[in-house]
């Protein structure tokens, strides 16, 4: 009901009062910040992580010549059409690898963790400190249930040295995924972008490494088996181990 008037070029305007614009409701305000996001996550706050990445870096100084070794072989093998073969047929280029490549276990598992990349429901109530101890403990269990994998599918007629070196090019690979997924997981700290945008484009990140290990080790394959036989490979080595990784995050 209007109780007063507003007089505009020459025309009264009724006005009514502003709770008949609210009816049966009510418009409150806060001062107060919102909460941030439950989801996001801080490793400064907690004594056991901050712990893990002093030993880390304990670590990489300790193997730093290992680490420093190994970079030439690795890019190699994307840069040279045999560069696989060279990095495998030279003993202290695998070893070097190997350590750089346990090495970065853990790092990866921590922005699995981190960034709720890897959250299946029965971890989902986790502390961040079990929470990371569970998502390290699967991606092991998945690597050896690759590493079985390789034992069975190895063909009798299959050249050993060539399917070895296709079969290892994994934890080449696994090498760079990490280390672009640091530096990506880095600018996108410094940029300020929030939690989900951050873990969207890591999922992005490691999808593209996943094509691209696809592609790089259908060109090995072929070497010595034909088109269908390297399908299965993937299917078994690669896709199969990944797969189960990724559904127990969707079904347990």
């Not at 400064?44 to 010549?65: D, E, G, Q």
């Not at 101890?133 to 590493?147: E, K, L, P, Q």
């Not at 990490?178 to 992005?204: E, H, K, P, Q």
């Amino acid at each position: 009901m209007p109780v007063d008037t507003l007089h505009i070029w020459g025309r009264d305007i009724p006005v009514s009062p502003v709770e008949d614009a609210f009816p049966g409701s009510e418009l409150c305000v806060s001062s107060e910040a919102p909460e941030a996001s439950p989801q996001m996550y801080r490793w400064s706050s907690s004594p056991v992580n901050s712990t893990v990445v002093v030993l880390l870096v304990i670590l990489s100084i300790v193997f730093l010549r290992n680490i420093l070794s190994s970079i030439v072989p690795i890019a190699g093998c994307y840069t040279r059409p045999r560069g696989v073969y060279n990095l495998e047929s030279n003993l202290r280029s695998v070893k070097d690898r190997n350590i750089f490549a346990i090495l970065m276990v853990l790092p990866f598992t921590m922005m699995l963790s981190g960034y709720r990349i890897w959250n299946p429901r029965f971890a989902s109530g986790l502390t961040d400190e079990l929470h990371l101890a569970v998502t390290t403990g699967a991606f092991i269990a998945a690597a050896f249930f690759r590493y079985l994998l390789t034992t069975q599918l190895r063909g009798r007629r299959t050249n050993i040295e060539s399917f070895n070196n296709a079969n290892r090019f994994t934890y080449t690979h696994f090498i760079v995924l990490v280390i672009v997924m640091l530096a990506t997981a880095g600018i996108l700290s410094i940029s300020g972008a929030g939690f989900v945008v951050s873990r969207r484009i890591l999922l992005w990140v490691m999808a593209v490494m996943g094509v691209i290990l696809i592609i790089r080790k259908i060109n090995i394959f072929n070497y010595f088996c034909s088109p269908f036989a390297s399908f299965l490979y993937l299917c078994g080595l690669e896709i199969l181990p990944a797969g189960l990784f990724a559904a127990a995050a969707v079904l347990l």
